[in-house]
């Protein structure tokens, strides 16, 4: 039975739901979205019961901060809206225990570059189109004017320009991230089988021009930080005592080149492409660090991204926007849920990432490689965005957790 609920199709189908949500939202508008949602959420529930999963699938840490997010609604002001925004958490963790008990990580990761490479290849077809239209397009159901930003746009159209393009998901650094992830799991594949695959060969020059052509500042550090993370465990597979001089010395190369960046930090940043205050983000960080001072330690109570319909939410705008998301998980998090619950969700992501280390240490070609790079590029993506609270993020958060709680409580066979 679960076999055949967990076809390739439907989990296709799931994994799309996830990673482009702003797509339906856009497209079929939010009611329709919500739909879908439910009927996912339902496959979620049948195929957890079928598999008899259980909580204790969850490492401790993990279910450690769940609890405490779960009873920061007592103390919030806005408790109201806190529980119902919990619901997004309890579905989040749903689809992870379910995906991960429909299949195998090697299936997941084939079945997850099928769902991005529809998504990447639908965005590239679907900026054209727009591109030959000649203006933006906006959201399905919403209604622009002369005097509507153009930020509101679900394209603007710049294919053919120098522009960045925001595809499917309307987002340029969303688009971006997911170019990442399928450029991970297609060098992986190539890596691995030690074979020119071309799907795979395909895949990763797909995500190259979409990187390439969202330009996203938070993509470019992340890949710098793979390909250092990369050569420190190559490092670190190595035996001996120059082996281990050298990676301690490539560590304080990398700690001095940090520094060093830090001290010309108008310099660095424009190279990027960005102001010295990473878009108005010093901002935004700043109007949150004054809600985190009025309940540093429990925190106001959690709900992931900003619901505009809570005016205790309307913390900043830009340009007249609102801001829906701190653009750093751990300052959301903090305001959210304190300091007690930013120090459990730090310890369940290290060891998350110690354990996925581990795994990827002792075999490169081992597939823990891909969750673990996915869940680097999200860590690093933390600090400039908080898409690790909701969606796609954080049911790779989740989904990446329950991996590594199997290789810790080991040895097994298959993942």
């Known amino acids: 039975?679960?076999?055949?609920?967990?076809?390739?199709?439907?989990?296709?189908?799931?994994?799309?739901?996830?990673?482009?949500?702003?797509?339906?939202?856009?497209?079929?508008?939010?009611?329709?979205?919500?739909?879908?949602?439910?009927?996912?959420?339902?496959?979620?529930?049948?195929?957890?019961?079928?598999?008899?999963?259980?909580?204790?699938?969850?490492?401790?840490?993990?279910?450690?901060?769940?609890?405490?997010?779960?009873?920061?609604?007592?103390?919030?002001?806005?408790?109201?809206?806190?529980?119902?925004?919990?619901?997004?958490?309890?579905?989040?963790?749903?689809?992870?225990?379910?995906?991960?008990?429909?299949?195998?990580?090697?299936?997941?990761?084939?079945?997850?570059?099928?769902?991005?490479?529809?998504?990447?290849?639908?965005?590239?077809?679907?900026?054209?189109?727009?591109?030959?239209?000649?203006?933006?397009?906006?959201?399905?159901?919403?209604?622009?004017?002369?005097?509507?930003?153009?930020?509101?746009?679900?394209?603007?159209?710049?294919?053919?320009?120098?522009?960045?393009?925001?595809?499917?998901?309307?987002?340029?650094?969303?688009?971006?991230?997911?170019?990442?992830?399928?450029?991970?799991?297609?060098?992986?594949?190539?890596?691995?089988?030690?074979?020119?695959?071309?799907?795979?060969?395909?895949?990763?020059?797909?995500?190259?021009?979409?990187?390439?052509?969202?330009?996203?500042?938070?993509?470019?550090?992340t890949l710098v930080a793979l390909a250092v993370i990369l050569g420190l465990t190559a490092l670190a597979r190595r035996n001996g005592l120059w082996w281990r001089i050298g990676l301690g010395g490539a560590v304080a190369v990398i700690g001095g080149a940090m520094v060093a960046a830090m001290s010309q930090w108008a310099a660095v940043v424009a190279l990027l492409g960005k102001s010295p205050d990473l878009t108005h983000r010093f901002d935004i960080w700043s109007a949150v660090v004054d809600r985190i001072a009025e309940k540093p330690i429990l925190g106001s109570g959690f709900v992931g991204w900003w619901p505009n319909w809570d005016q205790w939410f309307a913390i900043h705008a830009v340009d007249g926007i609102p801001m829906s998301q701190a653009h750093n998980v751990w300052l959301d998090i903090a305001m959210q849920s304190g300091l007690v619950g930013a120090l459990l969700f730090a310890v369940t992501l290290i060891i998350t990432l110690w354990n996925l280390w581990r795994k990827f240490a002792q075999s490169s070609v081992s597939v823990v490689a891909v969750p673990f790079l996915v869940l680097c590029s999200l860590t690093v993506q933390s600090l400039t965005e908080s898409r690790l609270l909701h969606e796609w993020g954080f049911v790779s958060f989740i989904t990446c957790a329950i991996i590594a709680e199997r290789i810790r409580v080991g040895p097994i066979d298959k993942l």
């Open 1 to 221: 039975m679960a076999q055949i609920i967990a076809k390739k199709p439907v989990m296709v189908a799931i994994l799309t739901l996830l990673f482009a949500g702003d797509f339906f939202r856009n497209a079929l508008t939010v009611p329709v979205w919500a739909a879908l949602v439910i009927v996912a959420s339902m496959w979620s529930l049948v195929i957890v019961i079928i598999n008899r999963v259980t909580w204790r699938a969850l490492p401790i840490p993990l279910v450690a901060l769940l609890g405490w997010w779960a009873i920061t609604p007592v103390w919030s002001p806005y408790a109201t809206t806190s529980l119902v925004m919990l619901l997004s958490v309890l579905l989040g963790v749903l689809f992870g225990l379910a995906i991960t008990s429909a299949i195998p990580v090697d299936e997941l990761v084939r079945q997850s570059a099928l769902s991005l490479r529809l998504i990447l290849f639908g965005s590239i077809l679907f900026e054209l189109s727009v591109a030959l239209v000649g203006h933006p397009v906006y959201p399905v159901g919403f209604s622009e004017t002369s005097a509507t930003p153009i930020e509101m746009a679900w394209s603007r159209g710049l294919l053919f320009s120098a522009g960045r393009i925001q595809g499917l998901v309307g987002n340029a650094n969303v688009l971006g991230m997911l170019g990442l992830v399928l450029l991970i799991i297609g060098l992986w594949r190539v890596y691995a089988s030690r074979q020119w695959r071309t799907v795979s060969v395909l895949d990763a020059a797909l995500a190259i021009a979409i990187i390439a052509r969202t330009m996203s500042a938070t993509v470019t550090v």
